[in-house]
């Protein structure tokens, strides 16, 4: 989903996400694991990186491994990822014992990344994955989502740069457009 600055797309991913109410009207999702809600199945990815800076890297992600539930539901077929080989994935294997406040913040973003290989979920909603990324982290990035969407997952992004996935649809969000004043006669 694109558009400009203050449109809504983060609102709509913090609305998907179940962390803003919607103004009107519920959300709904048809399939799934019937005893979650909707945003249970989600996994959100926004600004913040969601990383313990007094932790280790691998302390980090065994945390929100414990924390979070992997769901999967009928269709969706990616497992479960060791800590380890989520961050080797993400080319940030050799950080693994270094506290996390020491990482870059490309470094700190893949991080948050992999929270979403150890407990793998079916539907990703990602505000701006690819801010503080480099040109190789994106195409690990990219490679990602596109496995993500074969395996049967959704995805919702947010972004300003264009991303080369498989069975994209793209939405531009537009400002409303203000009515003018009626005047009275």
């Not at 519920?26 to 199945?41: D, P």
């Not at 994955?129 to 690990?140: I, M, Q, V, W």
């Not at 994209?168 to 400002?175: C, D, N, S, V």
């Amino acid at each position: 989903m694109t558009g400009p600055n203050g449109v809504g797309k983060s609102s709509l991913l913090r609305t998907l996400a179940g962390l803003v109410p919607p103004a009107e009207g519920h959300v709904r999702l048809e399939g799934g694991t019937e005893e979650l809600t909707a945003f249970e199945h989600c996994h959100y990815f926004g600004h913040q990186d969601a990383v313990k800076p007094a932790l280790s890297v691998i302390e980090n992600l065994t945390f929100w491994q414990a924390f979070s539930q992997s769901v999967t539901p009928d269709g969706f077929t990616t497992g479960r990822m060791a800590p380890a080989d989520a961050l080797d994935g993400l080319g940030i294997g050799h950080t693994a014992r270094l506290p996390a406040a020491y990482l870059s913040a490309g470094q700190k973003r893949r991080l948050s990344l992999a929270r979403l290989l150890v407990t793998p979920r079916p539907i990703w909603l990602m505000d701006e994955p690819t801010s503080a990324l480099d040109a190789d982290s994106e195409k690990r990035l990219i490679a990602l989502m596109n496995g993500h969407l074969l395996s049967g997952g959704l995805i919702v992004t947010a972004t300003h740069t264009p991303l080369t996935l498989n069975k994209a649809q793209k939405l531009h969000l537009e400002p409303a457009r203000d009515h003018p004043a009626e005047v009275p006669a």
